[in-house]
C-alpha cells in the first residue's frame, strides 16, 4: 500500500474555501478513527489509578506535567490518603511535599484538599458521575471531568486537550480552539460509544506522529485524507525519523512506507 506523497484528496479542499459536506465530513472522521485504532492500538489513559478518586487527583496533577512524572509521584499520595476524607483532612505542607515534583505544587495541593472537602459536604466522600456535579468541584473543569467519566465510570466522553485542539483542527473536523465548543463539533462526528477511546487515539497520534512543531506527514496513516498534509516533511524517510513511541516499525508498516525507509 505504498501511498506516499500522499494526494491532496477531495476532503482535502475543505480548508481551502471548498465544502466538504457534514455527512463527507463525518464519514471522513470515522475512517479517521478506525484508522487511529489501527495505527494505536495500545491507546489508554496513560494515568495509573485503582479507583474513580484517584484518577480524579492524578488528572489534577497532571496539568501542566507529564503523565509520566505523575504516574512517579502518586503511589507515595495514594498510599498515604485513600479516602476523600483523608484529602479533607491533610495538612497542606504534607501534600504539597509529596506532589511537588508535578509543579504547581501549592494551587494543586488547594484543589486536592478542597476536592475532598467537597466530596465529603455534598457526595458522601464519593465522586460523582454528573457532569454539571463533577464541574462543580475544585480542580475539575470539562476536560478533567470528561477523563474522569469515560475512564472510571465508562460514560462516553471526549477529552478536549492541546493535542485534541491541534490534530482535529489539521484535520479540518472542526474550527477553533475554544474547548467546549470543539467538543461539541466531534460530538457529532464521532460515535457516542467512540468518544473516550478516539480522544485516547488522537492523544497518542499527537504525541507520536501529529506533532506539535513537526508533523510526520510523510509517515501518517491520515495523509490521503488530511488536508494540513504538507504541513511536516512529506519526503516519507525524513518523515519517518521524527516518529515516536513503541510502535514505529508498525506505523512505518501501516503509513505504506517500508520500501523508503531503511531501519
Ligand atoms: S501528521 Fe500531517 S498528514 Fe498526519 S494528521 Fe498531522 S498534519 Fe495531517
Known sequence: MARNPAPRSASASSRDGGTES???????????????????PDAECELD???????????ILSAQ?????????TPALFKRYRSAADYAEANPEEVEAIIRPTGFYRNKTKSIIGLGKALVEHHGGRLPEDMDALVKLPGIGRKTANVIRGNAFGAPGITVDTHMIRITNRLGL???TDPVKLEYQIQKLIEPREWTMFSHRVIFH?????IARKPACGACTLAAICPSYGEGPTDPAEAAKLLKGDNVDELIKLAGIEHAVSR
Open 49 to 59: 489509578y485503582a479507583n474513580p478518586l484517584e484518577l480524579a487527583v492524578a488528572t
Open 22 to 40: 457534514e455527512l463527507a465530513k463525518k464519514r471522513r472522521a470515522r475512517k479517521i478513527n478506525r484508522l487511529l485504532a489501527a495505527a494505536h
Open 174 to 176: 472542526v474550527e477553533g
Open 65 to 73: 506535567c507529564t503523565d509520566v512524572r505523575v504516574n512517579l509521584t
Open 206 to 210: 499527537g504525541r507520536r506522529v501529529c
